[in-house]
């Protein structure tokens, strides 16, 4: 990779670190501690008004462990010797970009509703081989409502028609010039319409600029990453200032940490003899608005918990869980003793 390339990309990044553009210096994941896709909202939230914005990802609530794929860019660049520095950048990015495309390190994208009507929405997602993808629904360019997420972000949105119009002239557009920005860095053909998808500029962070730039529950997308300890190995001199990376697990995180809804039990004594109950150790539950939940509700299990009353016994560390549109709450654990 030619020099000056080098200097494109870390002009960029630099535009980035002074917060001229909105942009994570560099997407580089781990191995997933968590894909779950469990949860499905095709019409949106209807506890929240219309229209609404959502961010969704079906990544779990952990950060990404970065040593897998600090190991995956290692390998490849060390298939040429350490003065072939263009040699070593093109095999990490090549490496990076097919695995992060897989979909093995999950998707994030965002949902405009703007009704509880079926298929009233409007879904902007990024995609490898296609870039930016506007209601895409085809298995590989998949940012459909009725997709099912591990955790989610909704929140009202006000001037919806004007907030659409500035994504798509505006907010977009940029995006689209950056990735085309860090393409031609990377000497990767352009795509002025839709933008490229590189391990820099992937969902989590079209997702999160997205996000961010219309709504005022700013979301964390980003994870802190010594690039100067990588830059000479893996042949990319721009390293050395990047200090900070994108990571969809910490989308995960920043929505679940923006999760209010709680649920208490209470310690239970029982005698042999006695009928159990779930309802026992119950106290209160509350979703992610304040509002009560009753025991009886379906969106509370007690992960499968089976007390025997015909004897004695001691249950330690009973939890039970509720599932709610931001994510699943565990309680506090709790103790069931059954005694003579």
């Given at each position: 990779?030619?020099?000056w390339?080098?200097?494109?990309v870390?002009?960029?990044?630099?535009?980035?670190?002074?917060?001229?553009?909105?942009?994570?210096?560099?997407n580089?994941?781990a191995?997933?501690?968590?894909?779950?896709?469990?949860k499905?909202?095709?019409t949106?939230d209807p506890?929240i008004?219309?229209p609404?914005?959502?961010?969704?990802?079906n990544?779990?609530?952990?950060?990404?462990?970065?040593n897998?794929?600090?190991q995956?860019a290692d390998?490849?660049a060390?298939?040429?010797?350490?003065?072939?520095?263009?040699?070593?950048?093109?095999?990490?990015?090549e490496e990076l970009t097919?695995y992060?495309?897989s979909?093995?390190?999950g998707?994030a994208?965002?949902?405009?509703?703007?009704s509880?009507?079926?298929?009233?929405?409007?879904?902007?997602?990024?995609?490898?081989?296609?870039?930016?993808?506007?209601?895409?629904?085809?298995?590989?360019?998949?940012?459909?409502?009725?997709?099912?997420?591990?955790?989610?972000?909704?929140?009202?949105?006000?001037?919806?028609?004007?907030?659409q119009?500035?994504?798509?002239?505006?907010?977009?557009?940029?995006?689209i010039a950056?990735?085309?920005?860090?393409?031609t860095a990377?000497?990767l053909?352009?795509n002025?319409?839709?933008?490229?998808y590189?391990?820099?500029?992937?969902?989590s962070?079209?997702?999160?600029?997205?996000?961010?730039a219309?709504?005022?529950?700013?979301?964390?997308?980003?994870?802190?990453f010594n690039?100067?300890?990588?830059?000479y190995?893996?042949?990319?001199?721009?390293?050395?200032?990047?200090?900070?990376?994108?990571?969809?697990g910490?989308?995960?995180?920043?929505?679940?940490?923006?999760n209010?809804?709680?649920?208490t039990?209470?310690?239970?004594?029982?005698?042999?003899?006695?009928?159990w109950?779930?309802?026992?150790?119950f106290?209160?539950?509350l979703?992610?608005?304040?509002?009560?939940?009753?025991?009886?509700d379906?969106?509370?299990?007690s992960?499968?918990?089976?007390?025997?009353?015909?004897?004695?016994?001691?249950?330690?560390?009973?939890?039970y869980?509720f599932k709610?549109?931001?994510?699943?709450?565990?309680s506090?654990?709790?103790?069931?003793k059954?005694?003579?």
């Amino acid at each position: 990779m030619k020099q000056w390339k080098w200097i494109i990309v870390l002009g960029l990044l630099l535009l980035t670190t002074i917060g001229l553009l909105s942009v994570p210096s560099l997407n580089v994941y781990a191995e997933v501690r968590g894909i779950d896709a469990n949860k499905s909202a095709p019409t949106g939230d209807p506890s929240i008004s219309y229209p609404q914005i959502s961010i969704r990802t079906n990544r779990t609530p952990e950060r990404t462990n970065l040593n897998e794929i600090i190991q995956r860019a290692d390998d490849a660049a060390e298939q040429f010797p350490i003065e072939e520095q263009d040699q070593r950048a093109q095999a990490v990015f090549e490496e990076l970009t097919s695995y992060f495309g897989s979909g093995s390190l999950g998707h994030a994208w965002v949902i405009i509703f703007n009704s509880d009507k079926p298929g009233d929405y409007t879904s902007y997602g990024f995609h490898d081989k296609y870039g930016f993808v506007k209601n895409g629904t085809a298995g590989d360019q998949n940012d459909r409502p009725d997709r099912k997420f591990n955790v989610a972000l909704t929140v009202p949105l006000k001037n919806s028609e004007e907030v659409q119009v500035n994504l798509e002239k505006n907010v977009i557009p940029n995006l689209i010039a950056q990735s085309n920005m860090v393409a031609t860095a990377m000497g990767l053909p352009i795509n002025e319409a839709s933008g490229v998808y590189t391990p820099i500029n992937n969902c989590s962070w079209f997702a999160g600029n997205v996000w961010n730039a219309v709504t005022d529950e700013q979301v964390v997308f980003e994870q802190e990453f010594n690039g100067s300890d990588h830059a000479y190995n893996w042949g990319m001199p721009f390293l050395n200032d990047v200090t900070r990376i994108g990571d969809p697990g910490m989308i995960a995180e920043s929505i679940s940490e923006k999760n209010t809804a709680k649920i208490t039990l209470k310690d239970v004594t029982l005698h042999v003899g006695d009928k159990w109950e779930r309802r026992l150790p119950f106290v209160s539950c509350l979703d992610e608005h304040g509002n009560s939940v009753p025991w009886e509700d379906g969106r509370i299990t007690s992960n499968n918990l089976n007390i025997d009353t015909s004897k004695p016994g001691i249950y330690s560390n009973i939890k039970y869980t509720f599932k709610g549109a931001l994510g699943n709450v565990d309680s506090n654990p709790i103790t069931i003793k059954v005694i003579e």
